[in-house]
């Protein structure tokens, strides 16, 4: 869901936002205490933030390693035409590409696929390729993951 309006939130929200980001499932009273509200109070908060489209859904984070899982790339696409059907088809019945980022700059897109092993990565690779010059990048280590949105009042790099 996309909002083009901006969404004016107090501190109150952003510390909701911050704690919801670091535990999804903690209860409402425990919510609560650690943003000094009561449980109703924080219900009807998270309610307007979600209805706002400010908090888009809740869900488990998977290590994909131990679902076997354990090659994760990025994948840059030349895509030579303006027709993205393809692509989003392709990319709709791939299960194992995790996002799909239209970019600027040379590429069209930035893919990041999860594979089992490098076999199955060049299989996946290889599908795509049938769409237009690639570029893969398979991902060592990723020292920054999954970090928090942070709040609009936060300085960039400090």
Known sequence: MRHDHRVILDETDRRILAELQADG????????????????????????????GVVRGYRAVVDPAAV?????ALVRL?????NYKPFHDLVARTPFVLEAHHVTGEDCFVLTVLARDMR??????????????ITTSVVY?????????????????G
């Open 68 to 72: 076997g899982l354990g090659v994760r």
């Open 120 to 133: 199955h990565l060049e299989q996946l690779t290889g599908r795509l390729a049938t769409l237009g010059s």
């Open 25 to 52: 499932r903690q209860p409402w009273a425990e919510l609560g205490r650690r943003v000094a509200m009561s449980a109703s109070a924080v219900v009807e908060r998270v309610r307007r933030l979600e209805e706002a």
């Open 141 to 157: 280590s990723s020292p920054v993951e999954g970090r928090p949105v942070p709040g609009d009042d936060e300085t960039p790099g």
């Open 78 to 82: 030349k895509y030579p035409t303006g």
